[in-house]
């Protein structure tokens, strides 16, 4: 059974070795439930020197209680798991050492302990200076003359804190953009993130577990030179491919892979991350395409330029002409040459709002999709 609870000194006394015929330690015959009766303290047992040398010698930190949660031996282990003293042992319940542990557990325990060889607790334990350590508790039922609980504490703070770390690491894999592939030596696939999934187009991550690694590109032998580049004192390689999506469709690719070493340093896998290009290579087909607008508009701009000089010295030239015609009496010349004044005059103008327009064009900012760099 198992319960999760969470939101080298002197020998032990219990188990030293005693004259089987010395009853005056014995513990008295007594019911088996709880009772809030006092007890003595620490109490002595006849059993074999073996199993108190066993005792001493566990590595996981052992406290013995009655019925009612009061410590009536520990092991050296318990010591130095606790920093407590002998004597603050004597005095203390399980209660000030593991959390969430109360009478009414207690009798939980012992119940179901009368069924079962033992229960396993996950929880907290807390040390003398009251600063707390994850722990696995085992608890065992003790048959001597009146039962008692065995409760066997192991500091499970770095495996804790481990599994802590790779559940972070793993939501991280989960969630991120790129694609990330596990392969084995065979290059067949052994963990896909849902990126996969989603930039291939295949319904689920799990589809592609043991698949070789090939069917994710055009060339499927591309998958196998990835494996032939990780060898010798090449741990890491980058590079680019074409892949393939589960339609068929293809599309560029950015490989970054990690070999995964044995002890021997051999080759047995690699981790590999793929990022998508088509976002990427659409956004700098749009800049190629914005880029090359902008070098047509300077041209025209600089047409627009040359033909306002252009404008400005007809208009020069004819106001000349008009001045050598004012006392000319043809009157039909006098009219052409008023009409090519309004015509200039209109060109100016088209020509000047032409150029407040480029101004405008050439001031403001590139044209993006907003699609694509919102991705990017």
């Given amino acids: 059974m198992r319960l999760d609870l969470i939101p080298e000194i002197s020998g032990s006394s219990l188990f030293k070795n005693s004259p089987a015929t010395n009853k005056a330690n014995e513990i008295a015959p007594k019911d088996e439930r709880p009772s809030s009766s006092p007890e003595p303290a620490i109490a002595h047992q006849p059993v074999p020197d073996r199993y108190g040398e066993l005792f001493n010698n566990l590595y996981d930190a052992a406290l013995i209680t009655d019925l009612n949660g009061r410590i009536r031996d520990v092991n050296p282990r318990a010591f130095l798991q606790f920093n407590y003293s002998k004597a603050q042992f004597t005095h203390q319940t399980i209660f000030k050492l593991i959390e969430n542990i109360d009478l009414e557990l207690i009798q939980v325990l012992f119940e179901n302990l009368r069924r079962e060889r033992f229960t396993l607790l996950q929880t907290w334990a807390i040390r003398a200076d009251g600063s707390r350590f994850h722990a696995e508790v085992t608890v065992s039922l003790l048959k001597l003359s009146t039962p008692h609980l065995c409760f066997l504490v192991r500091d499970e703070t770095q495996r804790y804190e481990t599994n802590m770390m790779l559940l972070t690491e793993h939501k991280a894999l989960q969630n991120a953009s790129d694609a990330i592939v596990v392969i084995n030596q065979n290059s067949e696939i052994e ?157 100016e103008t088209i020509i000047a709002e032409n150029g407040e327009k480029l101004d405008e064009i050439m001031l403001s900012p590139p044209i993006s999709d907003p699609s694509i760099t919102q991705k990017l």
Avoid: M
């Fill in 191 to 347: 963990y896909t993130n849902p990126a996969v999934a989603a930039i291939w187009g295949f319904p689920t991550a799990t589809e592609l577990l043991k698949r070789p690694l090939g069917i994710l590109f055009y060339e499927p032998n591309d998958s196998f030179a990835i494996l032939r580049s990780l060898v010798g004192e090449t741990y890491q390689i980058s590079g680019s491919a074409i892949a393939k999506r589960a339609d068929g469709d293809t599309f560029h690719v950015e490989i970054h892979a990690a070999s995964n070493r044995d002890a021997d340093g051999n080759v047995v896998g690699a981790v590999i991350s793929f990022t998508d290009r088509t976002d990427r290579e659409r956004f700098e087909n749009t800049e190629h395409d914005i880029q090359e607008l902008r070098n047509k508009i300077c041209q025209f701009a600089r047409h627009h330029s040359s033909a306002a000089n252009t404008l400005a010295d007809l208009n020069q030239q004819l106001a000349e002409i008009a001045r050598y015609a004012v006392n000319n009496p043809d009157k039909e010349q006098n009219a052409r040459i008023q009409n090519a004044f309004n015509t200039l005059s209109a060109l």
